[in-house]
């Protein structure tokens, strides 16, 4: 990876990182040395919002968790910080770190689950058209699929796997997303559901299979129940906190009062 392309000037957003601080009671700290870099350090730097120093630092380490980890770190600063070309390199770059992981660890469903979670957000940064040009659609399919073959019992790839149908649905419609890729809001609501069943009390769980529900029916009242327990929930990490204030100013879009 290009290191001095991690490091160029953040254009936009980053006064979101200061306010993150702040709501978490967290203090920023200037960037680590990568060979005194571990997988503690970066779990921390992870879990602080210093995304661009976490995926540095586990990229280095090398090993199929650091590269996880990095991918991750990539995905959620490209996703819910970065702008424009800068959002594009990030999100590539978690692309490629999750393939390494695959590659480097082909039985690991977790690997499997970041890669389908990074080109899914590349996905909704691209477009529906551009990434159905990409081929993104079965890709995320295939990934979610091997991760759920090697671990059935794994709550992210369910959700991941859910929330691929509700997005090709919501992309395509229930007619054209069931006959080209096999899609349908029964297999969205039944890996959601799963997900749920599996950890019913992670925040992100919640989060997120109640905002793919509610893409299948924006008046679900299930859908809204999971939704004010998952806000109503303390965030683990910087993550989970961009998440939660995404969701908040989604249901605010919608017209609703959290």
Same mark, same amino acid.
Request: proline share 2%; aromatic share 4%.
């Given at each position: 990876?290009?290191?001095?392309?991690?490091?160029?000037?953040?254009?936009?957003?980053?006064?979101?990182?200061?306010?993150?601080?702040?709501?978490?009671?967290?203090?920023?700290?200037?960037?680590?040395?990568?060979?005194?870099?571990?997988?503690?350090?970066?779990?921390?730097?992870?879990?602080?919002?210093?995304?661009?120093?976490?995926?540095?630092?586990?990229?280095?380490?090398?090993?199929?968790?650091?590269?996880?980890?990095?991918?991750?770190?990539?995905?959620?600063?490209?996703?819910?910080?970065?702008?424009?070309?800068?959002?594009?390199? /990030?999100?590539?770059?978690?692309? %490629?770190? $999750?393939?390494? =992981?695959?590659?480097?660890? *082909? +039985?690991? @469903? !977790? &690997? #499997?689950?970041?890669?389908?979670?990074?080109?899914?957000?590349?996905?909704?940064?691209?477009?529906?058209?551009?990434?159905?040009?990409?081929? /993104?659609?079965?890709?995320?399919? %295939?990934? $979610?699929?091997? =991760?759920?073959?090697?671990? *059935? +019992?794994? @709550? !992210? &790839? #369910?959700?991941?796997?859910?929330?691929?149908?509700?997005?090709?649905?919501?992309?395509?419609?229930?007619?054209?997303?069931?006959?080209?890729?096999?899609?349908?809001?029964?297999?969205?609501?039944?890996?959601?559901?799963?997900?749920?069943?599996?950890?019913?009390?992670?925040?992100?769980?919640?989060?997120?299979?109640?905002?793919?529900?509610?893409?299948?029916?924006?008046?679900?009242?299930?859908?809204?129940?999971?939704?004010?327990?998952?806000?109503?929930?303390?965030?683990?990490?910087?993550?989970?906190?961009?998440?939660?204030?995404?969701?908040?100013?989604?249901?605010?879009?919608?017209?609703?009062?959290?």
């Amino acid at each position: 990876m290009d290191h001095g392309k991690l490091c160029q000037a953040e254009s936009g957003r980053v006064w979101r990182r200061l306010v993150l601080a702040l709501c978490l009671g967290l203090t920023f700290s200037l960037p680590f040395d990568a060979d005194a870099g571990s997988l503690d350090l970066a779990q921390t730097a992870f879990a602080e919002g210093r995304f661009i120093d976490a995926a540095r630092i586990a990229e280095d380490l090398g090993t199929p968790a650091g590269l996880m980890l990095a991918a991750q770190s990539l995905q959620v600063h490209g996703h819910f910080i970065a702008e424009g070309d800068q959002a594009d390199l /990030y999100l590539r770059q978690a692309i %490629e770190l $999750a393939e390494e =992981a695959v590659r480097v660890d *082909p +039985e690991s @469903a !977790e &690997a #499997h689950v970041h890669l389908a979670a990074a080109i899914g957000r590349h996905a909704e940064a691209v477009g529906s058209f551009e990434a159905s040009n990409r081929g /993104y659609g079965e890709a995320i399919r %295939e990934a $979610a699929e091997k =991760a759920l073959a090697l671990d *059935p +019992e794994l @709550a !992210e &790839a #369910h959700l991941t796997m859910g929330r691929w149908h509700a997005g090709v649905i919501d992309a395509l419609g229930s007619f054209l997303a069931g006959m080209l890729y096999d899609a349908s809001e029964d297999a969205a609501l039944e890996h959601l559901e799963r997900a749920l069943e599996l950890k019913p009390d992670s925040k992100t769980v919640l989060l997120e299979s109640a905002t793919g529900m509610l893409i299948l029916d924006d008046g679900d009242a299930h859908a809204r129940d999971l939704l004010m327990k998952g806000i109503s929930m303390d965030s683990r990490n910087a993550a989970e906190a961009l998440l939660h204030a995404d969701v908040i100013e989604r249901l605010e879009t919608l017209g609703s009062n959290p």
